[in-house]
């Protein structure tokens, strides 16, 4: 994994400022772009709050800004794109004469000769990055690696009482590597009462598998990827 820590101009105000502060909402002046809804039908508040800030959705939202990611050209594009809309509303930098704030953060990309090799007793694979598989961390390290991990199956990696599923009930993963399922259960079955059926539940996310597995004591975690269910 390469470490690198950049900069990143993050706004110091919410998006959310764009359609409740303008000088015209305020004093209910009509905004001559959007005027009416129906021939001679007048805009109200409301309306025209709404319609501004599908506007704003549409823009950010557009291929051009190529979904916005920290340090490429949309985050240039989207920080350039709201502090113009800031200027127009009349509002005042809040960061001395700047609307951004520098946030340092850490980009960890992963060596692309990283290897994922699979053995068993019977059986053996060796994944390569980007055609097979993918790796990352969170850890702040030059370099890290997992060797001789025993492979545990756990389902969907689902701790939630709630519910009365426990994948991890009465299995050791301490120090292993977990393999886990995409989604929940009511994907997989099709049943509307089983968790929220076709409707994916945080527990189907990514990020909770890894952090369930983390808090179970695993050395790490493979979520088999399929993209239907990964949708």
């Known amino acids: 994994?390469?470490?690198?820590?950049?900069?990143?101009?993050?706004?110091?105000?919410?998006?959310?400022l764009l359609v409740t502060c303008s000088p015209e909402?305020?004093?209910?002046?009509?905004?001559?772009?959007?005027?009416?809804?129906?021939p001679g039908a007048a805009?109200?508040?409301?309306?025209?709050?709404?319609?501004e800030l599908h506007q704003h959705i549409r823009v950010l939202a557009s291929d051009e800004f190529g979904g916005r990611a920290p340090a490429t050209p949309g985050e240039t594009l989207t920080t350039d794109y709201l502090q113009a809309q800031f200027r127009a509303l009349g509002?005042?930098?809040?960061?001395?004469?700047?609307?951004?704030?520098?946030?340092?953060?850490?980009?960890?990309?992963?060596d692309s000769n990283v290897v994922l090799a699979l053995r068993g007793s019977d059986y053996?694979?060796?994944?390569?990055?980007?055609?097979?598989m993918v790796v990352s961390t969170y850890r702040e390290v030059e370099n890290i690696g997992i060797d001789n991990s025993e492979l545990v199956?756990?389902?969907?990696?689902?701790?939630?009482?709630e519910r009365n599923w426990n994948d991890y009930?009465?299995?050791?993963?301490?120090g292993k590597t977990v393999v886990i399922?995409?989604?929940?259960?009511?994907?997989?079955?099709?049943?509307?009462?089983?968790?929220n059926g076709n409707t994916m539940t945080w527990y189907g996310r990514w990020p909770y598998k890894y952090e369930e597995a983390a808090r179970q004591g695993a050395a790490g975690a493979i979520i088999i990827h399929e993209a239907g269910a990964a949708a």
């Open 91 to 110: 509002l005042q930098p809040g960061n001395g004469d700047s609307y951004l704030q520098e946030v340092p953060v850490t980009e960890i990309t992963a």
């Open 124 to 132: 053996f694979a060796d994944l390569r990055y980007a055609e097979d």
């Open 153 to 161: 199956f756990v389902g969907y990696g689902i701790v939630a009482p």
């Open 43 to 51: 805009m109200t508040a409301t309306e025209r709050t709404e319609a």
């Open 169 to 174: 009930a009465n299995v050791d993963v301490q």
């Open 1 to 16: 994994m390469e470490i690198i820590n950049r900069p990143l101009a993050t706004l110091a105000c919410l998006m959310l």
């Open 25 to 38: 909402s305020q004093q209910g002046a009509p905004d001559p772009a959007v005027t009416t809804t129906a």
């Open 181 to 195: 399922l995409v989604n929940d259960p009511g994907y997989a079955t099709g049943d509307p009462e089983l968790f």
